[in-house]
């Protein structure tokens, strides 16, 4: 089983981040974080790295549901989505499977809020 849905798209860096954020609003998640992981690699390490953004993706329905059903699920949200510049113009976008993620769990209740979930974010990264 993958951990993740992607795809490639032909959009600056920059657009790719604005278009992946509205369409995430539009299933329903807010941006909680933003990590630049181009900068940190360059500001802790020294080292260049591509664009690379990861965003903490969260839907609060779901991760309420989530936390009902299992307290300590909380060590593995948001949900990340990132995106990557392959080439300038072309971007890829890559979502976390929370079904894959959270299948280590055994919970029944957990596991069908995880499917919901996957749903969403698979319809997300299929429109893009």
Known sequence: MGYYFSKNLDMPFAAA???VTKKLAG???GILTRIDVQHTMKVKLGVDFKP???LGACNPHFAWRALQAEDKIGAMLPCNVIVTEISPGKVEIAA????ASMGAIEN???AATAKDVRLLLQELISEL
């Not at 976390?96 to 079904?99: L, Q, T």
């Open 27 to 29: 299933k329903g998640f």
């Open 96 to 99: 976390v499977d929370p079904a």
């Open 52 to 54: 690379y953004m990861i």
């Open 17 to 19: 981040i604005e278009h």
């Open 108 to 110: 029944p209740s957990l």
